[in-house]
């Protein structure tokens, strides 16, 4: 058990271990889920990515609705009884049992709502993911409270390994859209068996409401926010597949791929880590926002200079990874690399606000987040899905400041403050890009094709940045070098 009162030592070294396993599962989930989409990308038409996207709009749903947000409300409470955990179980199970229930029987009209028959099944079969995941939830949860992040990251990486395996050999067997929804349903399943086999907790035949109640105060407002964050992300989805067919989907969805799995694989670990440490820290807000602020940091030298290259060099990957039959991709993919940079600096924002219980404030902004995108999104369409991600992208660098100052008030650090951490990183990021740039109007006024391009563009934007990191971040710099299990230094 992780106490609130752990010593400065003790909470550096629980981190730096997160982190280590995160680092190993982050590399091995970031080049193993990048050769899986491209697979299947090179085996699959843009028709049955648009198939599938449709009916993954609900894998969103099925990341909220599998524990409601308790799970949340397990890691941020100081204190845990039996009741509470066994209370938290039984719920969640009780709701994906519904869910699924419920995501069979409205398989008719979503398909109905699409005008493609072809999503009823595909959707009624994926709806099994609601109770598969409820199943394991509290023990994720509880795992992470305790920051055993080597089962959890051992878990995921042989969990995304299996379901590879079968998405691509169901993809080269010619089952379409089912080839991604096999792969989808194998990843609940093996992460659900491998959660009851790592984690020693076993659910009791007990329930308390007076647990639900003392829990609920504090995963409703989660909850909320949750739901409203991955409705409004899929709308965008939904609402090109309605509008302008499948084939437009998934040119959407594979731009959006490339861009989130990344990132996700960035910010998500971060994210994990930091939720657990920041919850026992949720007494002192001003070291939460020193914690803040250093992991945000950590996090753009990484992600800043890697989409801003990938703006850079989009028509050469696309051509090359993915192929020419997803050039209508390459417009929304730049656009979305914006999206992406603006998504990396305000991803830590939630757990600051849940760690020091203003959760309130959180569900707050999220209304204004989703009621701006979902009108940016329908203004956006008139353009098809180029109007649709400059929507997304022009709401979004309008909102993070909203955020930004939110939960600045909460961690008691100034704009001006968080802007300076930065200033190093997009820097030296911008610069790396402008090289980058620089050299490819050369390449291509030199006729050199689109594969070697991008294959000399790519090491000479590590080479220009990893100086230009050095010089300008020094802190950082030393950042890294205390990740080293140093006895003498403290977190």
Not at 96 to 120: D, E, K, M, N, R
Not at 123 to 151: D, H, K, P, W, Y
Not at 407 to 421: C, E, L, S
Request: glycine content about 8%.
């Amino acid at each position: 058990m992780i106490e609130a009162g752990a010593p400065p030592r003790q909470m550096r070294s629980l981190i730096l271990r997160g982190i280590g396993w995160k680092v190993v599962s982050g590399g091995f989930m970031q080049i193993s889920g990048m050769v899986v989409a491209i697979t299947l990308a090179r085996l699959l038409r843009p028709h049955d990515f648009g198939l599938a996207g449709m009916v993954l709009v609900a894998t969103s749903l099925v990341i909220v609705f599998s524990d409601l947000a308790l799970g949340a409300a397990l890691v941020q409470r100081k204190d845990l009884t039996e009741e509470d955990r066994s209370t938290a179980f039984w719920t969640t199970t009780a709701a994906g049992a519904l869910f699924t229930a419920v995501g069979i029987a409205v398989s008719g009209p979503v398909a109905a709502f699409y005008g493609v028959h072809q999503v009823q099944p595909l959707f009624a079969v994926f709806s099994l993911s609601f109770v598969i995941s409820s199943l394991g939830a509290t023990q994720r949860a509880l795992l992470i409270r305790e920051m055993n992040f080597r089962s959890l990251e051992l878990r995921m990486m042989l969990g995304s390994l299996i379901a590879g395996a079968v998405g691509i050999t169901a993809a080269a067997r010619g089952y379409g859209a089912w080839a991604i929804i096999a792969q989808q349903l194998t990843i609940s399943k093996v992460s659900t068996t491998l959660l009851w086999i790592v984690s020693p907790w076993r659910p009791r035949f007990m329930y308390s409401r007076a647990s639900l109640k003392k829990l609920g105060g504090f995963s409703g407002n989660v909850f909320g926010q949750r739901l409203l964050y991955q409705v409004t992300r899929n709308a965008d989805a939904v609402l090109i597949g309605r509008f302008l067919g499948p084939a437009a989907v998934g040119a959407y969805s594979i731009a959006y791929t490339v861009m989130l799995v990344p990132l996700s694989r960035l910010t998500g670990p971060a994210m994990e880590v930091m939720a657990p440490a920041l919850s026992r820290l949720q007494d002192d807000p001003r070291r939460v926002g020193e914690m803040w602020m250093r992991a945000n940091r950590l996090i753009a030298t990484i992600s800043i200079p890697a989409l801003l290259g990938l703006i850079v060099v989009t028509e050469e990957f696309v051509h090359v990874v993915l192929g020419d039959r997803w050039r209508a991709s390459v417009p929304v993919l730049r656009i979305l690399a914006w999206v992406g940079i603006l998504q990396a600096t305000q991803n830590l924002n939630e757990d600051v606000l849940m760690a020091l219980d203003r959760t309130r404030r959180m569900l707050g902004f999220m209304v204004l987040w989703s009621c701006s995108n979902l009108v940016a999104f329908v203004v956006g369409l008139r353009w098809g899905i180029v109007g649709v991600a400059a929507a997304f992208a022009i709401a979004g660098t309008l909102l993070a400041p909203v955020s930004l100052v939110l939960t600045g008030r909460t961690a008691y650090v100034r704009v001006r403050d968080f802007a300076a951490n930065l200033a190093g990183v997009v820097q030296a990021a911008v610069l790396m890009a402008v090289a980058v740039l620089l050299a490819k109007i050369g390449l291509v006024s030199a006729g050199v094709p689109p594969t070697e391009r991008l294959l000399l563009l790519i090491p000479l934007g590590i080479a220009v940045y990893v100086p230009l990191a050095v010089w300008r971040l020094p802190d950082v710099v030393a950042e890294l070098r205390r990740l080293r299990p140093a006895p003498a230094a403290e977190y």
